[in-house]
Nanobody, 116 residues
């Protein structure tokens, strides 16, 4: 069974940092494009960052550029999101996604709350 399990979320003060991890099981991430997606209550879904297979290209939501970094470790079937200088606007449920051809998997998410 294909699964994505996120970890690393939590409560952090504005200006703080968090590192999210997402580990895949039941499939190999090597050929998949990997993304981090977030949704705040009552808000739209946003693709925060994406990294292509082989890490050839990356994409970042404009509001996180320069603060967030996506990376992948295919040997560990894992994708990361390093987040710095967090603001209250970053509060959301963050989940990872893996896509390759018709295969599209998403995890259950990890909550990130930025509050003083």
């Amino acid at each position: 069974e294909e699964r994505l399990v996120e970890s690393g979320g939590g409560l952090v003060q504005p200006g703080g940092s968090l590192r999210l991890s997402c580990e895949a099981s039941g499939f190999t991430t090597t050929f998949y494009d990997l993304s981090w997606i977030r949704q705040a209550p009552g808000d739209r879904v946003e693709v925060v960052a994406s990294i292509s297979s082989g890490a050839r290209t990356t994409y970042y939501l404009h509001s996180v550029k320069g603060r967030f970094t996506i990376s992948r470790a295919d040997a560990q079937n894992t994708v990361y999101l390093q987040m710095h200088n967090l603001t209250t606007e970053d509060t959301a449920l963050y989940y990872c996604a893996a896509r390759w051809g018709r295969s599209d998997f998403r995890g259950q998410g990890t909550q990130v709350t930025v509050s003083s």
